[in-house]
């Protein structure tokens, strides 16, 4: 077995996938309307629109799909150019640059308040 995706449920796609193109620099890989994976093949579906309907829902909440339990991790190579073109988009920074042992990183939210974290290079 092996790792293929990452798919975090979003509650409107188009908002989210706007978000990760425009505010984090992702690039689409695929775009199937309801779901879309990105090139690094972090991926993103809408989540009332998980298949079988009938019975994911059932475990499916409605509305935004973050819940702090969750950390979505993407690394740069300049963290300080990174985190002020972040702040100059506008985007829900939970905490500027801290420096940890191994490296410099902050922390944002997406529009479903999951756990954006950013991290430069390691020490």
């Excluded at 690094?40 to 935004?64: T, V, W, Y």
Aim: glycine content about 6%.
């Amino acid at each position: 077995m092996k790792h293929v995706d990452t798919i975090v449920l979003v509650e409107d796609i188009k908002v989210s996938k706007e978000f990760y193109i425009n505010m984090i620099g992702l690039e689409i890989l695929y775009d199937w309307g309801n779901m879309v994976i990105f090139k690094d093949r972090f991926s993103i579906h809408q989540a009332n629109k998980l298949m079988p309907e009938q019975e994911i829902n059932k475990c499916i909440h409605a509305g935004k799909q973050g819940y702090n339990n969750l950390v979505i991790y993407f690394e740069v190579e300049d963290i300080e150019e990174e985190y002020n073109k972040i702040v100059q988009k506008g985007v829900k920074v939970i905490h500027g640059i801290t420096e940890l042992p191994w490296q410099k990183i902050f922390r944002i939210y997406d529009p479903d308040n999951h756990i954006i974290e950013i991290g430069g290079p390691h020490f």
